[in-house]
């Protein structure tokens, strides 16, 4: 927290810089639609977001956690699970836009520069118009603009239009996306689960290990969400780190709409069937109009 303009408190809220990133936008927006007045705070790499509002340099941060077509973000969910003590607070789910931004379009383009998952979000695209192209993986989308707007030859990047203001690039080609249906889901994290949005819950996240060497206790832990009928959203598993063959489990889960008694009851049932289990917290999940929801 610092004080702001008229001297009064400001909460800081981390995100993946430099600014112009996907994840940069989507904090703006969220910025607005809550009525906050957080102040962004761009960091070089997602961990770092997420460790500045754990160790209380930040008071929450925005990260990604899934996109629809890349899927999981792994660093987010293996920080949650391994490094921090954090509660998700919101889930947003973002449209991302990804259009490919040159300095010089007479410049013949033979590399492509932008984030991992970015890259693989346009790879039909890639295929198609850049098929010789080298490609070059950078920490964000943003910092690939910035690289192409400090002077990389014969280079282009694939980020969002704001890049392209911020970095005074050419979009040469619009929503290169494989799908036009390509959307990310954020997080905001923060050390409590607050009141920051008053939206009722309808989700959380559980991370948890179980007996691997026994048979059955994945099915034994599904068995019990569906015991109190609740609906699972997504499952993922991830080396636990402290051996090969060993994993953790992330289940997301909603919560019902007749209340979050069976919930309450499913966790603790799920619990006892668990060596450790971390619950992430119930939280409201808002849809972004930069999309046309079906
Ligand atoms: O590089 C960016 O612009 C980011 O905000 C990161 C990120 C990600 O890690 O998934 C966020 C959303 C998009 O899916 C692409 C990249």
Not at 61 to 80: A, K, M, W, Y
Request: charged share 25%; with cysteine; aromatic share 8%.
């Amino acid at each position: 927290m610092f004080l702001g303009g008229v001297g009064r408190i400001m909460s800081v809220l981390g995100f993946l810089g430099p600014n112009g990133t996907h994840s940069e936008e989507a904090a703006i927006y969220m910025n607005t639609l809550l009525g906050n007045n957080w102040v962004l705070k761009p960091y070089r790499s997602i961990y770092e977001a997420i460790a500045a509002a754990d160790e209380g340099e930040a008071d929450c941060c925005f990260v990604p956690v899934e996109n629809s077509i890349e899927g999981s973000v792994r660093i987010t969910l293996d920080t949650l699970a391994h490094d921090v003590d954090l509660k998700i607070n919101m889930e947003l789910v973002w449209a991302v836009h990804n259009q490919l931004l040159v300095k010089d379009s007479r410049e013949k383009i033979t590399k492509l520069i932008s984030h991992p998952q970015a890259l693989a979000q346009c790879r039909k695209y890639i295929k198609m118009n850049y098929s010789a192209a080298e490609l070059v993986e950078v920490s964000s989308t943003a910092h690939a603009a910035e690289v192409v707007a400090a002077g990389m030859k014969n280079a282009a990047a694939i980020a969002s239009k704001r890049s392209a203001d911020i970095y005074n690039l050419t979009v040469l080609d619009k929503d290169i996306q494989d799908n036009c249906d390509n959307v990310t889901r954020f997080i905001l994290l923060s050390k409590t689960t607050s009141s920051i949005n008053k939206t009722d819950p309808e989700k959380t996240m559980l991370i948890c290990q179980m007996d691997g060497s026994k048979a059955g206790s994945l099915c034994d832990v599904l068995a019990e969400f569906a015991k109190y009928n609740i609906n699972m959203t997504h499952i993922e598993s991830r080396p636990t780190r402290m051996q090969l063959g060993r994993y953790m489990f992330f289940f997301e889960v909603e919560v019902p709409l007749d209340g979050r008694e069976r919930l309450i009851k499913a966790i603790a049932a799920v619990k006892k069937k668990c060596f450790w289990l971390k619950d992430m917290g119930l939280f409201p999940v808002i849809k972004a109009e930069n999309k046309k929801w079906r």
